[in-house]
């Protein structure tokens, strides 16, 4: 089975389209780059997924179930999002923050929760030392290893990232990208990251999403799209990698 399945995906504004007969399946466990044009649909297709936003023609599938159809928040409970500059909850600690999605599937279950906190506290290297700091006593590099493991905390099959480390600096990012392909590789778990750094996207791929104008101008592995860049746009975004 598919982890998701775009079929004849359509996105307009009014007279503006942004997305135009998109099609595309991605298999369980891959970890997908999507890199583009500023506006050409990256984070409108990631959004389609957990349901925030809706097509206004074709159809989304999430484990082989059309999203507009499903149960829209336990989808999204199912579903990891993690974000540019991570947006915690800036009156819960970091313990609780991680906790949230944990507690409203488990809200009996307090030692389960718990047990979740503990391990991803410490797969995304935090200190136990930070569980009962808030947000605005961690460094930036810290709120993003808190949200990546807030994301991850009720285990989902499937995790959205939305330029996640584009608000940190470059060792700290580099830092997290490591951190990121690690958890990936021991989890399985299927990733679908935007980015506009096309360095992160060859680096952290299994598969890399190149869009422009909203089509896919490519989807390949980063070592096939270096060897064999599909247009001139492509060649272009290469030349940019170090």
């Not at 349901?51 to 484990?63: C, D, K, M, N, Q």
Request: charged share 25%; proline share 4%.
């Amino acid at each position: 089975m598919n982890a998701i399945e775009y079929k004849n995906i359509r996105m307009a504004y009014g007279d503006r389209v942004i997305i135009e007969d998109f099609s595309l399946a991605i298999p369980q466990g891959e970890f997908i780059t999507i890199i583009g044009s500023s506006g050409c649909g990256k984070t409108t297709l990631l959004k389609m997924v957990n349901g925030l936003v809706e097509p206004t023609g074709g159809e989304v599938y999430v484990g082989g179930e059309n999203v507009s159809r499903a149960d829209i928040t336990k989808l999204r409970r199912s579903i990891g999002y993690a974000i540019q500059g991570s947006v915690l909850f800036p009156h819960m600690t970091v313990e609780k923050n991680i906790a949230y999605v944990p507690n409203l599937l488990n809200k009996r279950d307090k030692q389960r929760t718990a047990e979740a906190v503990r391990k991803w506290m410490g797969i995304v290297r935090l200190d136990d030392s930070l569980r009962k700091r808030y947000p605005d006593q961690l460094s930036g590099g810290q709120q993003q290893r808190v949200g990546i493991a807030r994301s991850l905390a009720a285990s989902p099959d499937l995790l959205l990232m939305d330029e996640p480390f584009g608000a940190v600096d470059e060792i700290t990012r580099a830092s997290l990208q490591d951190e990121i392909a690690r958890i990936h590789r021991e989890t399985g778990i299927t990733i679908l990251f935007v980015t506009h750094d096309i360095n992160e996207a060859l680096r952290l791929g299994t598969r890399m999403l190149v869009m422009d104008r909203g089509a896919a101008l490519q989807y390949d592995t980063p070592e096939a799209i270096r060897k064999q860049p599909a247009n001139q746009f492509v060649q272009a975004l290469l030349r940019r990698a170090l």
